[in-house]
């Protein structure tokens, strides 16, 4: 069973504020990744890192950011948050470059 | 560029009828193929992992099969419990991330 957490689980928050989704793991991955996902479509990869004080955006442009201080610690900030955001945001990391991802539970976030 | 293309996009079985869920792929140098389970508003569930074409793995109800050119899902006498989305991912080897494809929404009927 993977050991990666995501809090929170839903998020309501108004036009304007800034946010912070959380993501822990306890495997010791050095990979880690935040994806975006729609009801009913496709993830998309907004940001990855591949260890401490690494970090690269993704396929999908995203106004969002990360930092990697740690090794399982990797945060996503919304500096403003508007309509637009509103989507699910899962975490996942992988003890490689070439093998399986495990995900989290997701944050589902409403900007309203 | 690379593609993973997913069929069909819905499936409704009976239970115990047994079906296979297909997934194609096009990509510049497979590094592996990934098998995921998704139940509404949850992560992706992972499953199986394949890395050369000939390859299978089990899993209670579930099998999964490589080729060079597609993998099969099959899922043999399902049951309820077995309703979810079937997410395939491909690691090419030219990318650093996954491909996933847009699922197969299962349900099984009682």
């Known amino acids: 069973e993977a050991d990666i957490y995501q809090t929170p689980r839903y998020l309501v928050i108004g036009t304007g504020k800034k946010i912070t989704l959380e993501c822990s793991q306890t495997?010791?991955?050095?990979?880690m990744y935040w994806y975006q996902q729609d009801p009913g479509m496709e993830l998309h990869l907004i940001h990855y890192s591949y260890g401490v004080n690494s970090t690269e955006k993704g396929d999908l442009s995203s106004e969002s950011t990360v930092s990697r201080i740690r090794t399982e610690h990797f945060p996503l900030t919304l500096e403003s948050a508007r309509p637009s955001h509103t989507s699910q945001y899962l975490c996942a990391s992988s003890a490689g470059r070439h093998t399986e991802a495990f995900f989290g539970q997701g944050t589902r976030l409403t900007v309203v | 560029e690379d593609q993973v293309t997913q069929s069909p996009e819905a499936l409704r079985l009976q239970e115990g009828e047994s079906s296979s869920l297909n997934c194609s792929y096009t990509?510049?140098?497979?590094?592996?193929l990934f098998w995921y389970r998704q139940d509404p508003g949850k992560g992706p569930e992972f499953l199986f992992t394949?890395?050369?074409a000939g390859e299978e793995k089990e899993k209670e109800r579930l099998k999964a099969t490589l080729t060079k050119k597609e993998s099969f899902l099959h899922i043999t006498a399902p049951k309820p419990e077995d309703s979810a989305t079937y997410l395939c991912?491909?690691?090419?080897?030219?990318?650093?991330?996954?491909?996933f494809g847009s699922g197969t929404q299962l349900t099984v009927l009682p």
């Open positions: 991912a491909v690691n090419p080897g030219s990318a650093r991330q996954l491909t």
């Open positions: 394949l890395y050369s």
């Open positions: 990509v510049s140098g497979l590094r592996g």
């Open positions: 495997m010791g991955h050095d990979k």
